[in-house]
Nanobody, 129 residues
Framework: QVQLVESGGGLVQAGGSLRLSCAAS????????MAWFRQAQGKEREFVAA?????????????SYADSVKGRFAISRDIAKNTVYLQMNSLKPEDTANYYC?????????????????WGQGTQVTVSS
């Protein structure tokens, strides 16, 4: 089992940047597809970005992003620190949401919340206009 703890959320002005962190414990993240999801108030949880199990390369590349964040967000991981990051640049008010880190035992580029096995508690990101 893997435990996930997010941090780094906060209040930022439109156009600003934030970096979210997801610290994992229990198992190495290298064995999991790691992803970020977000959920705005009153809306369903939606996929943001994912990175595959170490050694797996998806047909679309080494990472996967939702169209709404492509070119602005970047997912990365530090295996030694067992941590996944989400660098968010050029933030917009519509990026306001609770951001969740997730881990899946599957190796494919999963974008549905139900495909993920472990979740963190979330960290709030608020972007003011």
């Amino acid at each position: 089992q893997v435990q996930l703890v997010e941090s780094g959320g906060g209040l930022v002005q439109a156009g600003g940047s934030l970096r979210l962190s997801c610290a994992a414990s229990g198992r190495t993240i290298s064995r999991y597809t790691m992803a970020w999801f977000r959920q705005a108030q009153g809306k369903e949880r939606e996929f943001v970005a994912a990175v595959p199990v170490v050694g797996v390369i998806w047909s679309g590349g080494s990472t996967s992003y939702a169209d709404s964040v492509k070119g602005r967000f970047a997912i990365s991981r530090d295996i030694a620190k067992n941590t996944v990051y989400l660098q968010m640049n050029s933030l917009k008010p519509e990026d306001t949401a609770n951001y969740y880190c997730a881990a899946a035992r599957t190796t494919g580029p999963r974008t549905t919340p139900g495909d993920y096995d472990y979740w963190g508690q979330g960290t709030q990101v608020t972007v003011s206009s």
